[in-house]
């Protein structure tokens, strides 16, 4: 059984169609890329996966339950998938340690001695440890990003949503970022990452998906796509950022 | 210049005045907690998505807006026992007294007010810090209460002092229902003893050092609460 599965999902603002049937699926330890030019609805698809955008038509199925349905326990399900946020959306009025254990106390029901333990383990990780204590007003957005992706495996998730996790910051932090996402891929953790990074696609994604139009154009293995793109579209826009 | 006045009168009635100050301060901080917590719910409701909740809440704080504080007031302290004696039958049936009348009074329309300075508090929160608590498994409650609310309250807080000044300025209109505050006091004092100029001049003193040190009180904590950057 696929861990996310999308059946001819359509989403409408108002009478703008934002998501045309997109179906496609992730399996579980898949890391999957989603890239495409911008409006294209690759962030309004990803944020489907748990819920925070909801959708009109079709169906979506996370781990086994349907996210569109009413008896969907939404925060117990959101609480399995891990999401980091083009603007990290770190809570400025907490420390980095309370950033991390908030959730864990709260609605996993650890204590808070268990949560500082894994918070303090997850930011050792990311090489933030000397920061725990500090603001995320104090850090660099590298390091805000890299607290938020901490943030996000203090649940233990089942897999992790990226939102154009490297969109926001200087050009000098990317690879900081990047670095700890390259290692939860080749961990085996099920990924979907909506980037522009191709560099990252072709080290460590699955399969590529190329939206344009709130349609998925393409949905390809790594080699087939960055290869020979079957659509003009995705050549055109591979054409237009491999330039560089 | 001074020569006329005589400022002993102040002196004299000191007791009185505090007596007036201390209902002043009291009710200001009533009404203040009470109308903060109302107009709390109140923002919440009115952001609500759903319509039950969202129209009441609109309907309330319009009216109350709408309609002078001391109409309010009035309202309550002659409508309450008749309200009582309509729903118990019993037609000897007292009010709640002119204080707990005034201070519902000032809580029910402290709260439109409040509210409205909340809901602005809410909203000056990025969505994404709503969505990131949401991804994170938080539930409505958890969400407001741990991550939109301290963030917004923090935004609001000068606007929220400027509201609770007016509030202490307003409760001399209790003067309706009989009850006598400080200026209320000052006011008696200065008709009885014939030294308007005095009791005046010492009211306004009063009132600037009270409201200055608020500010400055409000300043330091602001500092104080916003974290470190």
């Known amino acids: 059984m696929a861990m996310i599965e999308f059946k001819n999902v359509s989403k409408w603002y108002g009478s703008f169609q934002v998501l045309k049937d997109c179906t496609t699926k992730v399996e579980k330890g898949e890391v999957i890329v989603v890239c495409g030019p911008s409006g294209s609805g690759k962030s309004t698809l990803i944020k489907c996966v748990n819920g925070l955008e909801p959708f009109q038509q079709g169906e979506l199925i996370v781990n086994g339950q349907s996210v569109g349905a009413k008896t969907t326990n939404l925060p117990q399900l959101r609480a399995k998938i891990g999401m980091v946020f083009q603007n990290f959306e770190l809570f400025p009025h907490m420390s980095v340690t309370a950033n991390l254990n908030l959730a864990q106390v709260k609605v996993l029901g650890r204590s808070p001695e268990e949560s500082t333990e894994k918070s303090r383990a997850l930011l050792q990780r990311v090489g933030l440890i000397d920061h725990a204590r500090k603001f995320p007003g104090q850090l660099s957005g590298g390091q805000q990003q890299r607290v938020a992706i901490a943030r996000a495996l203090a649940m233990d998730p089942i897999a992790m949503l990226f939102d154009e996790p490297t969109s926001a910051l200087d050009p000098e932090m990317i690879n900081e970022v990047l670095d700890v996402m390259v290692e939860l891929a080749q961990e085996g953790m099920t990924m979907m990452c909506v980037t522009h990074e191709m560099g990252f696609a072709r080290k460590v994604a699955h399969r590529v998906i190329f939206m344009d139009q709130g349609e998925i154009v393409e949905d390809a293995t790594k080699t087939d796509f960055f290869g020979t793109p079957r659509s003009e579209r995705a050549q055109q826009f591979l054409s237009k950022i491999l330039h560089h | ?229």
């Open chain 2, 1 to 229: 210049m001074f020569t006329d006045f005589d400022f002993d009168v102040i002196e004299r009635a000191l007791p009185y005045l505090w007596q007036g100050m201390m209902f002043s301060l009291g009710l200001t901080l009533l009404a203040m907690v009470g109308g903060i917590v109302l107009g709390t719910l109140l923002a919440l409701m009115r952001l609500s998505s759903y319509k039950v909740l969202r129209v009441p809440a609109g309907t309330y704080v319009n009216l109350l807006r709408s309609t002078p504080l001391i109409l309010v007031i009035f309202w309550f302290y002659f409508l309450v026992p008749i309200a009582v004696k309509h729903i118990t039958g019993d037609s000897y049936a007292q009010g709640i007294g002119p204080f707990h009348s005034a201070l519902i009074a000032f809580t029910l329309f402290e709260a439109a007010y409040y509210c409205e300075i909340i809901r602005a508090g809410i909203q000056s929160v990025p969505a994404g810090q709503v969505q990131a608590a949401q991804a994170l498994g938080l539930n409505y409650w958890q969400a407001t209460l741990q991550v939109v609310l301290p963030q917004a309250f923090r935004n609001m807080v000068p606007i929220l002092l400027t509201q609770g000044i007016i509030l202490f300025q307003d409760t001399s209109l209790v003067y309706v229902v009989g009850l006598t505050d400080f200026m209320g006091a000052a006011s008696k004092v200065a008709q009885r003893d014939g030294r308007l100029v005095e009791m005046y001049l010492f009211a306004a003193l009063i009132y600037f050092i009270l409201c200055y040190l608020a500010s400055f009180f409000v300043k330091r904590l602001q500092s104080r609460i916003t974290p470190p950057r």
